[in-house]
């Protein structure tokens, strides 16, 4: 199973970015996707998370919230980080991740994408 992200640069305080990140290779079912996020000298903190099962259940940090949008396109195994109105204390590698079972009898597993950085200046 890989996880793949596009979308990251350099943008300007108040811009806006897209990310995307896809999953592929041998998968069952998908349960969670999300985005985590990682500054210089600090630990990884999750930043949106989307359940695929049912109406999708949505959660975000606070410090995003009302800017950023998460949502996913289940047939592509794809998820999607709309991020508006950015700040510089956004500036970070973001990190898909994706809860993933490989066959039905099989466990889920937490798989993580390669990064992409985000910077915005001010």
């Known amino acids: 199973v890989q996880l793949v992200e596009s979308g990251g640069g350099f943008v300007q305080a108040g811009d806006s970015l897209r990310l995307s990140c896809a999953a592929s290779g041998n998968i069952y079912s998908i349960s969670v996707m999300g985005w985590f996020r990682q500054a210089p000298g600090k630990q990884r903190d999750l930043v949106a998370t989307?359940?695929?099962?049912?109406?999708?259940?949505?959660n975000y940090a606070d410090s995003v919230k009302g800017r950023f949008t998460i949502s996913t396109d289940n047939a592509k195994n794809t998820v999607y980080l709309q991020m508006n109105s950015l700040k510089p204390e956004d500036t970070a590698v973001y990190y898909c991740?994706?809860?993933?079972?490989?066959?039905?009898?099989?466990?889920?597993?937490?798989?993580w994408g390669q990064g992409t950085q985000v910077t915005v200046s001010s």
């Open positions: 989307i359940t695929s099962v049912g109406a999708g259940n949505l």
């Open positions: 991740n994706a809860i993933i079972k490989t066959a039905a009898w099989s466990p889920d597993f937490q798989y």
